[in-house]
């Protein structure tokens, strides 16, 4: 496969940082770069409609926070337990 040379500029530490990385998984910061250029090319290929999308659309109101998440989690989980005893 022909190979091209390109140039990116980055924040020097964001660089550093993808140095550290890419040898703490046994591979170089162009293989990074390559793999994600790769993953966006799958990521186009999946369907943006899907039936379990459409299924869950509308289960959760836009406004819908992580804190909002938590406190139903709390609800559901904890009040069960409670209703056990």
């Known amino acids: 496969m022909a190979k ?13 940082s993808a140095k550290q990385y890419a040898g703490r998984h046994g591979t170089t910061v162009t293989n990074l770069v390559e793999e994600f250029f790769r993953s966006l090319e799958k990521v186009e290929k999946i369907p943006q409609e899907t039936p ?11 406004a819908t926070s992580m804190d909002d998440y938590y406190d139903y989690l709390e609800e559901k989980y904890l009040n069960d337990r409670r209703n056990d005893k």
């Open 4 to 16: 091209t040379k390109f140039t990116v500029r980055m924040d020097t530490k964001v660089f550093e």
């Open 52 to 62: 379990i999308l459409n299924e869950l659309q509308g289960s959760l109101k836009a």
